[in-house]
Each structure stands twice: as C-alpha cells, then as structure tokens.
C-alpha cells in the first residue's frame, strides 16, 4: 500500500519541485535587472497521506477520483511583501505557457468570514514521466508576510478547536485579521519608498561582491605567481 502511494503521488512531487525552480528562477531575474522582486520567497510541499484520506472522508471524495476531485494535493506558497505584490504575481501566472488556470479565488477582496485573506489558484500543471504525460492539479496560495503570519496562526488554533472555536477566541482572530491587512495597507502607502531603499541597497551589496571578487582575483593572481617561485 505505501508503495502505491509512493507512485501516486510521485508526479506531485516533481510538479512542486518544477515550480519552484521556476517561481524561484522569476525572482533570480528580477534581481538580476535590479527591479523590484514581487516574489518574497516560495514554498511548497504534498499533502501527507493522512491529511488526504482524512479530507476525502470529509469532503465524500472517492479514491479513485482523488485527482480530478482534490485540488490541494500539491500545493505551493508564495510571499510577496506588498498586496500589489500579489496581483502582479497572479499576472504572471496567468501569462505563463507551461500552466493553465482552472480556478481562481480572491480572499483578498472577499475575505472570509474568520478574516483569512489570500488569493488562491488551481493550476493544471503537466508533468514528464517515463512514458507519459500527466496533467498535475496544483493548488498556489499567494499572500502577504502579514496575511502568512496570521493563516498559521489560526491554522493551528483550527487544528485545536476543529473549526468550533470560543466565541472569545474567533472575536479576536477577526480582530488580528484586520490589524494585519492594516498593516499591510500602511506598508502599500510608502511602498514607493521601500522599493527604493531595496534598490539602493541591492545595489551597493552588489558593488560590494564585485570589490570582494576583484580582490580575491588580485590575492589569487600574486598566490599563483609566489607558488611558481
């Protein structure tokens, strides 16, 4: 049986693992032109065994539709520093060639009733195997640093309380909620002037390399000519 998993959900795996060699490769570039990187750092995992037997039971899928019927069995995440970070991240998506979105969600602008906010797209993603090619559902969350913080959060208080939380408890998790997209509006207010400070730093870090490589090139040129004397 674990075998069989084991091959189910190979083709998941390389599916994140593609990703995020190129989500990773999109910041790299970014970088490289010294623009503003929409792309903070990206994560991704498959879901374990358990975590999907336990949402098929929930959700009534049968096994043998587990992978036209559940969306999240990859899944990758994605942080940006700013909201408009998001939507321009999503932009990209959706020009991309080597996926297709099937499903978009925007818990941004409709948040949901706990206050968890991001913004979700099912890909179909295909992935190379041996002898065939397999058409991958792939779940990506993007969000903010802040909207991050507090999905975790309350992830783990869900995990606790099973969805039933203290009246106490789910008051203050809205609260929270609203305390950090606030934060994340205040940040969209200077993020003009954020941007800038990264630029001017990345850019002094990189003439800094570029000093430390000519130096070491020097001391490795004068080691080189002693070593022959």
């Known amino acids: 049986m674990r075998q069989e998993w084991d091959l189910f959900l190979a083709p998941y795996s390389q599916a994140v693992d593609e990703l995020?060699?190129?989500l990773r490769g999109i910041r790299k570039q970014y970088q490289q032109e010294n623009e503003h990187v929409p792309i903070e750092f990206v994560t991704g995992r498959v879901k374990p065994v358990d975590s999907i037997l336990n949402k098929a039971e929930l959700r009534e899928i049968p096994l043998e539709r587990l992978e036209s019927d559940m969306e999240d069995i990859a899944g990758l995440r994605i942080m940006c520093q700013f909201?408009?970070?998001i939507y321009q991240v999503v932009e990209l998506l959706r020009k991309r060639n080597d996926l297709e979105i099937v499903v978009e969600k925007?818990?941004?602008?409709?948040?949901?009733?706990s206050g968890y906010r991001s913004y979700h797209l099912v890909c179909q993603y295909p992935v190379q195997l041996t002898h065939e090619?397999?058409?991958?559902?792939?779940?990506i969350q993007i969000r903010t640093l802040s909207m991050n913080f507090w999905a975790t959060i309350e992830h783990s208080l869900n995990y606790k309380y099973q969805g039933e939380y203290p009246e106490e408890i789910r008051q203050r998790l809205q609260k929270t909620a609203e305390s950090a997209f606030q934060l994340d509006e205040e940040m969209s207010k200077i993020r003009e002037e954020i941007?800038?400070?990264q630029r001017i730093f990345s850019y002094d870090k990189r003439q800094e390399q570029k000093k430390g490589r000519s130096?070491?090139?020097?001391w490795e040129a004068e080691n080189n000519e002693n070593w022959g004397r």
């Open 133 to 139: 090619e397999k058409k991958i559902l792939v779940e």
């Open 20 to 22: 995020k060699v190129k």
């Open 83 to 85: 909201v408009e970070d």
């Open 195 to 197: 941007k800038e400070a």
């Open 215 to 218: 130096k070491r090139s020097f």
């Open 106 to 113: 925007d818990y941004i602008t409709n948040k949901k009733p």
